[in-house]
């Protein structure tokens, strides 16, 4: 089959197009003929030597974390999917090949209504999305929520999934030309974060989710009730805001989103119900890999880009 192989680790990551073996699935997993793979920061992160580099197994391999597309085969103890049944996932890797295999805890039935495209763009960003919400079991029903990068993969769906939980204002950060798009999906204000003090008068939120940290995610927590909480999304700078947060007598947390199929079931009814949009910024086929990183990387894209695998 053919994959997008990282040979070496390297800034910016380079991926090159070669024939692998297909993989075979063990028990308690199926084999997916992907159609579509969602790339999400931490690919290309990872083909730095940053992310989840230390996780991975011998070089070649193939990245990509988020998938959808149709089980080609199952392995032994499988009675919950059979061959023929569309499907998306939230992988360890290798998304970007044309067979992935996935254990079955870690997806969960396509709905007919979604597309390819859609699904494949759904679960790392959604999973990190509904258990950034849910962390330390937040109540959101009448809370006033915050989501800095409001047009990422991850914000967009954040600010939807809060809102469909019942926060009583979403509030979100984007630059100008992003703002319309945001109302559309239910944001109750932007601010442009080129604005100097754009948050100055933005009052106190329960929750903020900080899709940017560092030294934005810190100057954010001013923006912070004093019993709320922040949950920071970009790991490398996390313990620095939490440090930042304790400072201030204030709550800020990371996160380290994980499969879960029920989570992910749950999701992508709600988008198959219209109830959720999912935002493509543009497709790309599988040997457009490394351009589609670019784009990623470039920080300014407005919701997901997606990989075309197959039909
Ligand atoms: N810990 C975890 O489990 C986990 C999981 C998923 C993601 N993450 C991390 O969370 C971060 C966000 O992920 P993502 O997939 O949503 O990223 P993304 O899609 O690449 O985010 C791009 C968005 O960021 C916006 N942006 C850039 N600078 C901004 C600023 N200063 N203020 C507000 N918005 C700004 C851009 O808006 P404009 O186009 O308007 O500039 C763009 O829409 C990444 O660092 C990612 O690695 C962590």
New binding site residues.
């Given amino acids: 089959m053919q994959a997008m192989l990282l040979h070496a680790f390297a800034t910016p990551a380079r991926f090159e197009l070669g024939d692998i073996a297909k993989p075979q699935p063990g028990p308690g997993q199926v084999l997916i003929r992907n159609i579509a793979a969602g790339i999400?920061?931490?690919d290309w992160?990872t083909g730095t030597g940053g992310g989840r580099a230390a996780q991975l197994g011998n070089l070649p391999i193939a990245l990509g974390r988020e998938c959808a597309g149709v089980i080609e085969a199952v392995g032994e103890h499988v009675r919950a999917y059979s061959p023929g049944d569309a499907v998306l996932g939230f992988l360890p890797g290798r998304c970007f090949a044309e067979y992935v295999v996935a254990e079955m805890k870690h997806i969960a039935p396509k709905p007919d209504r979604v597309s390819y495209i859609e699904a494949g763009a759904i679960p790392?960003?959604g999973m990190?999305a509904w258990q950034a919400l849910a962390l330390g079991g937040y109540d959101l029903q009448g809370k006033r929520v915050l989501v800095?990068?409001?047009?990422?993969?991850?914000?967009h769906l954040a600010i939807q999934i809060a809102k469909l939980q019942g926060a009583k204002y979403v509030a979100t950060?984007?630059?100008a030309?992003?703002h319309e798009l945001l109302s559309s999906l239910g944001a109750n204000q932007c601010y442009d974060?080129n604005r100097p003090g754009h948050l100055d008068k933005a009052g106190e939120f329960d929750l903020i989710i900080d899709?940017?940290?560092g030294d934005?995610g810190t100057a954010s927590l001013s923006a912070l009730s004093q019993d709320g909480l922040m949950v920071t999304?970009?790991?490398v700078t996390a313990e620095s805001v939490i440090a930042a947060a304790s400072k201030m007598g204030k709550v800020a947390r990371?996160?380290?989103?994980k499969p879960n199929g029920n989570q992910l079931r749950t999701l992508v009814k709600s988008v198959a119900e219209g109830k959720i949009q999912v935002v493509l910024d543009r497709t790309f086929t599988l040997d457009q890999l490394n351009e589609a990183m670019d784009l990623?990387r470039s920080?300014?894209?407005?919701g997901?880009i997606v990989i075309e695998i197959g039909h």
């Fill in positions: 999400n920061p931490i992160k790392l960003a990190t800095l990068a409001g047009a990422g993969g991850v914000g950060t984007a630059s030309p992003r974060y899709g940017i940290g934005i999304l970009p790991s990371g996160i380290l989103a990623s920080g300014h894209t407005q997901k």
